[in-house]
């Protein structure tokens, strides 16, 4: 599968903005837009790892002069990323979402603040390569998908290897603020 969009690379923190529509939020009185590619940005926060897995933060921020909406747990998935062509090619499974308490829900996001989901990405060299089938990746795509609007972020993760019979990325979903990997 590829993905083609233009973006604009944020080569100080290796991400890329791929696409973005939105997602829906409950309904109140006055409910703020759905965020668009013109208001967010992605930069990469704090990691940590443990056993051959990889935990990052990744930092949404609101840069423009109003609130705006997003909502989930988006799905992630391993891949190889051309900043050329701006073309993502999948490799391997789509994450099983992590639901976790809290993490998820429609956020309303101010203007200049920030809301986060943390990835993981787990190492092929903890399985056996016949169990795994290792293919090489450079990139995870995390999407938010609701009612047909979803948002692309493409997060560089440097030269490794994942699994591709089974998936090797997980994903919590968004909240407020920054959390911790």
Do not use: W
Not at 32 to 59: F, K, M
């Amino acid at each position: 599968m590829a993905v083609r969009s233009i973006g604009r690379i944020l080569a100080a923190v290796g991400l890329v903005v791929a696409g973005l529509a939105g997602a829906v939020g409950p309904a109140s009185a006055v409910t703020p837009p759905v965020c668009q590619v013109t208001d967010v940005y992605a930069i990469a926060g704090a990691s940590n790892g443990a056993a051959g897995t990889i935990y990052r933060v990744l930092e949404i921020v609101n840069h423009s002069a109003h609130a705006c909406r997003l909502s989930g747990t988006p799905v992630s998935r391993p891949g190889t990323f051309n900043s050329t062509t701006m073309v993502f090619k999948t490799v391997g499974p789509a994450s099983q979402p992590r639901h976790m308490t809290g993490r998820g829900v429609a956020v309303t996001i101010a203007s200049h603040a920030k809301a986060s989901v943390v990835l993981a990405v787990t190492q092929a060299a903890n399985y056996q390569p016949s169990a795994c089938v290792p293919k090489p990746v450079n990139a995870v795509q995390v999407t938010f998908a609701v009612s047909g609007q979803h948002v692309r972020l493409i997060y560089k993760v440097g030269s490794t290897k994942v699994c591709t019979k089974f998936s090797s990325t997980g994903i919590e979903g968004i909240a407020l603020g920054i959390t911790a990997p």
